[in-house]
């Protein structure tokens, strides 16, 4: 993978050592998306790649290790978060980002503090993580029939996709809430 201004190769060797395989090729197809998806709607692609490729930075880390984080860093726990503690990856990613790589650009941290549920503020840089993140073509796997859906994303990152074809489809809305994916899709 070539690489930007923001996308060094040392932060590529960084995450290719501590993410698992899994975990590092889906932050690379988000990535390839959020590319994309930024180019159509006036965000930085390179900030896009870079916010997608370090978003699940967190996601190794057990529930029990999520729960010990979140006190050691003064992060509040939703009641949802202490019933499903893996959604807290995105605010403890966000903390690690923070305080060990040395990642200053504060929307890029909100992005990845939100890239799970998604939120009524989210800003731009945000909106193309959360989609890409729901988007990337291994989500076929879990939600089927996704193209329509990355048509329309292309067009509104605020788009809800129509009518809704089941649980899964209204797993795509942002305002949704945590109960109502926090599995599956947790990544
Ligand atoms: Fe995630
Ligand atoms: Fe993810």
Redesign the pocket.
Known sequence: MATGSLVTSDLLQRLGAELDAE?LA??ER?AELAVQLAAHHGVDPERARLAALI??VA?CYSERELLVLAERYGIDISLTEARVPKLLHGKIGAEILRRDWGITDDELLDAVRD??TGGVRMGPLARVLFVA?KL?PERDRHFGGLDPIRQLAVVNLEARGGEPRGGDAEALRLEDGPADWGGQAA?
């Open positions: 975990t889906h932050s988000t978003h699940d996601d890239h799970i993140d990337e990544r």
